[in-house]
């Protein structure tokens, strides 16, 4: 059995790698991943805890996250296509016409 | 059990007419607009004489409930009527004299291009002047108090693009305002002692309390603000200053608004409010002094006008004064007598005046008038009679009520019956000199022409007056109200006869006390002197205005300063501009708005802005565009809120 610990170590890990691929990269396809990421490393502490506590709505918030994602994935990357048609490029930074 | 008299149709009829001339009239015919104004006024007038036809059978004092107004804890003002034998008498003169002014309205205004407004305004007036009258509590009145103020307002700033009528109208608004300031502090002080304001409770509560001989009291201080109060709407020293000005207003209104009616709602108030002073004689004897005072003081400014409406004009706060020195002398109804026979003879004055300035074309100076007798007879006639009722010539009106005064005048002060002779004498003089000068001598005026008209709205006649450019009778519309008045200032003082007309009163003022005390061999040595003076003063007016018309101009230069200050009313206008205005506008500037307005407030709200957009200025590089960076916030609000919940779990 491997205990509880070691799973969130791992899942705060896959958060952490998010958050900081989220802040550095420029590339948006690259931030986008790294959102999944972080969504994942939630998901992982989920199911642990789930599996921890013998109680399924662990797991059942899973699904739902995991569905949100998805339809999170379809709804951004045809942002993205959008984007990219529009400015050539996926460099955020140059994406900046929000700007005062 | 009384009958249901239906009293709240009195004043909703002129209302219902204002309402449907205001909101229609402009589009309908002036036929239309006349008929409409003539039959809620006269219906009007039509209930008051059903109410004084039942008045026998009813028990005195007549309440009708109308409708609930405000009900707080103990405290109830209601929209209720009141009527004893004082409303039934205002109630009547205000109905008949005010469906007089509007039958002669018609013909004088009928060339007005705002004739509808006119009579929108006109029936408005009657309405609140019925509320005022009819009125249970003081509430109640002074809605109607306030709202005649406003009618008289609109009236007197009728003309409102000819700027003298409408700086009238405001200077008779705000000066209204400090004496209605003064009747609302009595008030709240009545609230305060009584816990009402209805009029028989309030009354009910004063009975008992003892007179207050010694020192001035609760009493005292209500009576003396209510007098601040008539002394606003009543034109009284030292608050009378509007009404000289309120005669830039079309003629009928200052007959109507400004002669008959509401200016007397002052003595109305103050004989209604009569157990109140008469447990106050301090307060009584204020009452007494303002009204003396001003009956002499207007007399005197009164004889050098030469503007034939400013001369009514002082002439009408003499006789205020008059009938607040009757009130003062605990005579209430002698001053309701005099307000009565007032109503008939300076209603037709100035409804006479009204005719002569349309006679000669708009002009009001009565040096450019004189010998108008064969050329408007029928008005000459009228305002003679009128003359000579206000100059107390018997037996017409004025003389019976005048002489009720003076002797219960009196009876309170022989000082107060010294100067009431003598300002009896002045308003002899001044009448008579009104009336040498408009209608005797030679005709002075320029030839009336058809343009000189254009200026005053008056009725357009069928003959050819027009054509030779001479003087011309008004039309028959302005004459019937005219002859009426005539008639009622002929015999009106005749109720008066024998004590009548204070026995009538007499249930509301209680009997008349020490009347009997002194002898009749005084009374009619009273009366004498009166007569005499009256008499004095129409052989001097006919000496100096008829005889010998070059005096005048002489007595005036050898008198050259005195002379001077009555021509202009004692600068009392002056002093007031110095005294008040002045340091208000002054302060209104320099304090309020270059002072507080411009640097406290303005200043404020503008270094509040400044500081908003300077911070925002700081801050808006935050939003860079730049989607990372906001990422960075994002993250690192949350990794705060994270650390945020974890102290508090470490806590």
């Not at chain 1, 690259?30 to 662990?58: D, K, P, Q, R, Y």
């Not at chain 2, 008059?322 to 300076?346: E, P």
Request: with cysteine; glycine share 10%.
């Amino acid at each position: 059995m491997v205990p509880l610990s070691y799973y969130l170590l791992l899942s705060g890990f896959l958060f952490g790698c998010g958050v900081i691929g989220f802040l550095i990269k420029r590339n948006i396809i690259t931030i986008f991943m790294s959102i999944e990421l972080m969504l994942n490393g939630v998901n992982l502490s989920f199911v642990a805890f789930a599996a921890h506590w013998h109680a399924l709505s662990g797991q059942v918030f899973v699904f739902f996250v995991m569905v949100v994602a998805a339809a999170e994935a379809a709804v951004g990357l045809a942002i993205i296509i959008a984007v990219y048609r529009t400015r050539e490029t996926l460099n955020v930074d140059q994406v900046n016409l929000l700007k005062l | 059990m009384n009958p249901n008299l239906n009293l709240w149709l009195i004043p909703l009829l002129p209302l219902a007419g204002a309402a449907i001339n205001g909101f229609f009239g402009k589009k309908s015919s002036r036929k239309a607009v006349t008929t409409v104004a003539l039959f809620f006024s006269g219906a009007a007038f039509a209930m008051a004489l059903l109410v004084a036809f039942r008045f026998s059978s009813l028990t005195l004092p007549y309440h009708e409930f109308f409708a609930h107004w405000i009900r707080s804890g103990n405290f109830t003002a209601d929209f209720s009527f009141y009527l004893d034998q004082l409303s039934l008498v205002m109630l009547l003169v205000v109905t008949g004299v005010g469906f007089l002014i509007h039958i002669y309205s018609v013909g004088y205004m009928w060339d007005d291009p705002s004739y509808y407004r006119f009579f929108s305004y006109l029936n408005l007036f009657m309405f609140f002047m019925l509320t005022l009258v009819l009125a249970d509590n003081y509430l109640l009145m002074f809605i109607g108090w306030e709202g005649v103020g406003l009618a008289s307002y609109l009236l007197i700033g009728f003309w409102f693009t000819k700027d003298s009528a409408a700086s009238a109208g405001k200077k008779a608004f705000i000066v209204n305002r400090i004496g209605d300031f003064g009747f609302l502090i009595a008030l709240f002080l009545l609230i305060k002692h009584f816990g009402s304001l209805n009029f028989d409770r309030v009354f009910g509560s004063v009975m008992p309390l003892g007179i207050e001989t010694a020192g001035a009291g609760l009493l005292t201080a209500i009576g003396i603000l209510l007098m601040v109060g008539a002394c606003g709407k009543s034109a009284q020293i030292p608050l009378y200053i509007w009404l000289p000005d309120a005669m830039e207003g079309p003629t009928p209104v200052s007959a109507l608004i400004h002669a008959a009616t509401m200016v007397t709602a002052g003595v109305y108030m103050v004989s209604r409010s009569h157990v109140i002073f008469q447990h106050a004689p301090i307060a009584l004897t204020v009452v007494a002094i303002i009204g003396t005072l001003t009956a002499f003081f207007a007399a005197t400014i009164g004889i050098a006008q030469t503007d034939i409406k400013k001369v009514l004009a002082y002439s009408t706060v003499s006789q205020l004064g008059y009938m607040f020195m009757a009130c003062g002398a605990g005579a209430f109804s002698a001053g309701i007598f005099h307000l009565m026979t007032h109503a008939f003879f300076k209603g037709l004055l100035f409804l006479g005046a009204g005719s002569v300035i349309h006679a000669v074309g708009g002009e009001q100076d009565m040096r450019k008038m004189g010998g108008l007798k064969s050329f408007i007879p029928w008005t000459f006639l009228t305002m003679g009679i009128a003359t000579l009722a206000i100059a107390g010539i018997p037996p017409l009106a004025g003389f019976w009520s005048k002489d009720e005064i003076l002797w219960r005048a009196f009876q309170a002060s022989p000082m107060y019956w010294v100067i009431g002779v003598i300002t009896a004498f002045i308003t002899s003089f001044y009448m008579f000199r009104l009336l040498y000068m408009t209608f005797f001598g030679d005709y002075h005026g320029a030839e009336v022409d058809e343009h000189g008209h254009g200026s005053h709205g008056h009725a357009s006649h069928g003959h050819d007056a027009h054509g030779h450019g001479s003087p011309h009778e008004s039309p028959m519309v302005m004459l019937v109200p005219l002859m009426i008045l005539a008639v009622l200032s002929l015999v009106g003082g005749l109720v008066g006869i024998g004590n009548r007309f204070e026995t009538f009163l007499a249930p509301v003022f209680g009997s008349a006390e020490g009347a009997e005390a002194a002898s009749h061999t005084t009374e009619l040595l009273l009366m004498g002197v009166s007569v005499a003076v009256a008499f004095l003063g129409w052989w001097l007016a006919y000496l100096l205005y008829y005889k010998r018309p070059e005096l005048p101009q002489r007595i005036a230069d050898s008198l050259d300063g005195l002379y001077e200050a009555v021509v202009h009313k004692y600068y009392i206008d002056e002093l007031y501009a110095a005294v008040f205005v002045k340091p208000l506008i002054d302060g209104s500037t320099r304090i309020l708005w270059q002072g507080v307005d411009r640097n406290i407030i303005d200043a404020g709200v503008n270094d509040a802005g400044d500081a908003a957009r300077h911070a925002s200025d700081e801050v808006r590089h935050m939003q860079s565009g730049n989607i990372r960076s906001y990422a960075g916030w994002v993250a690192a609000g949350a990794a705060a809120v994270i650390a945020f919940m974890i102290w508090m779990g470490v806590r």
